[in-house]
């Protein structure tokens, strides 16, 4: 389209997790994405990549081939611990050469109910992270019409916000 591009994903991405498992492939399926990805760049403001919350090949791959990530999470211990994780193969990339630079700018805490305590417990577990620039709690919407236009609304408007803090509107 005139504005933006997009590639979805596709079962064909598990495939090929499986398929780069395979010693003949795995040092240079890392690099598939960026390779392919560097071409473009000069033609983009933005790519961004959706990946599954796992640490396979393809999520690896889409980690070197960024500048920075968004972490959608949610207040809650198994993503805490997933968050962890995913900071940990951030330094591993890092300490490898694979991507120096690779930082996460952003982390959006999802589906946060400021009324529980225990999303205020954690939410504070996770914005004293280090190393990460921008911070924003995207409050779970609750109305008793689930198609209201109003309710939806607030939502795209508080991720608005976020980008908005992060300077990707101006």
């Known amino acids: 389209t005139k504005y933006y591009d997009i590639i979805s994903g596709s079962l064909a991405t598990t ?11 795995r040092f240079n399926a890392y690099y598939l994405l960026k390779g392919q990805l560097d071409k473009v760049k000069g033609e983009y403001d933005f790519i961004l990549i959706d990946t599954p ?6 999520t690896q791959n889409c980690l070197i081939a960024s500048d920075s990530l968004i972490v959608p999470t949610q ?17 591993l990339i890092k300490s490898q050469t694979m991507n120096k630079t690779l930082y996460i700018e952003g982390l959006l805490l999802v589906k946060f109910q400021e009324r529980t305590t225990l ?7 996770l914005f004293e992270m280090e190393d990460i620039r921008y911070r924003r709690e995207i409050e779970r919407i609750v109305s008793d019409d689930s ?3 109003v309710d939806i609304s607030k939502g795209y408007e508080r991720y608005a916000r976020f980008l908005l803090e992060m300077g990707y509107y101006r």
């Open 119 to 125: 999303n205020r417990i954690l939410r504070d577990e």
């Open 75 to 91: 207040a809650d211990s198994l993503c805490i611990s997933g968050l962890s994780n995913l900071k940990n193969q951030i330094d």
């Open 147 to 149: 198609s209201s236009i």
């Open 15 to 25: 495939k090929a997790d499986r398929e780069f498992q395979d010693d003949q492939y």
């Open 53 to 58: 919350p796992t640490l396979a090949i393809m």
